[in-house]
């Protein structure tokens, strides 16, 4: 790792901060970062899920008021997240580099689609009529999602934010607080097997780390400023960019 590169990640893992504070789309930075760098993609991957726990460590603390009285909703979809994120880690695991080479272009897009097509978070709830309790089916939901993001994982915050805003009755503040807190929970337990299991680039983990602390805390500052709109817009389309970059090397 040249000191060039070393900036570059911090750089990059700044960029992948503020894109997943305006569009939850972390990985469409950090993830060609870490390939440009020369690092083979499962090895990306992995470094990305275990750079990302440092963001999710200061979204939680940030998050802390919005969790009170939120610890029995909580438990079982802390469950679910420890079991989807474990289940994730074991798939990417098993499936050959070659394979994972393949997937990930289909993922990119329909993270980038999903980002494209979502309304915001506060319209999601406006006229939505909610039950008196939680649904039942709300574990199964986080635990699917989960997966997902121990595997890859971009766009997997939107999507359980999303889930959380339409079903559970709660305002963005605390539905955003607990899709920090879920999904935390995943990647960390998919970071710990990685690191456990499989070989991490610590070299390119550790900036990329630094970038996503600084971009996760001047993220919603920037957010605040900015045309949210039309900067999700610009993101959608580059990832959908890359989509279609990294799809023809992955089958040409």
């Given at each position: 790792m040249?000191a060039?590169?070393?900036g ?20 469409l930075v ?14 990306a ?7 990302l ?18 610890g ?5 979809l ?20 070659e ?8 993922l990119?897009a ?12 506060r ?12 649904p039942?089916?709300l574990?199964?939901?986080t ?33 955003n607080a ?10 960390g ?15 390119a ?6 970038g ?10 920037v ?6 709109k ?22 040409s």
């Amino acid at each position: 790792m040249t000191a060039l590169e070393f900036g570059f990640l911090v750089l990059a893992g700044i960029g992948a901060g503020l894109t997943g504070s305006i569009a939850g789309l972390a990985s469409l930075v950090s993830y060609p970062a870490l390939l440009a760098t020369g690092i083979p993609p499962v090895t990306a991957n992995v470094t990305n899920t275990v750079a990302l726990v440092l963001n999710a460590v200061g979204s939680v603390s940030a998050s802390r008021p919005e969790l009170r009285g939120q610890g029995r909703r909580l438990r079982p979809l802390l469950i679910a997240a420890v079991l989807g994120g474990a289940t994730g880690m074991a798939l990417l695991l098993l499936t050959p580099t070659e394979a994972f080479e393949r997937i990930v272009p289909w993922l990119i897009a329909g993270a980038s689609a999903a980002i494209l097509v979502q309304r915001p978070p506060r319209e999601l709830v406006e006229g939505v009529q909610h039950p008196a309790r939680d649904p039942r089916w709300l574990p199964l939901g986080t635990f699917a999602v989960c997966i997902y993001g121990g595997y890859f994982g971009a766009a997997a915050g939107v999507l359980l934010l999303a889930m959380y805003l339409l079903s559970t009755g709660e305002g963005l503040p605390r539905g955003n607080a607990m899709k920090n807190v879920v999904l935390g929970v995943a990647n960390g337990v998919a970071a710990i097997g990685f690191i456990v299991l499989t070989d991490v680039a610590w070299s390119a983990a550790l900036p990329l780390a630094l970038g996503f602390l600084v971009g996760g805390r001047i993220g919603p500052s920037v957010v605040r400023r900015a045309p949210a709109k039309a900067l999700r817009t610009v993101i959608a389309v580059a990832g959908l960019g890359l989509a279609v970059h990294l799809g023809i090397q992955a089958y040409s």
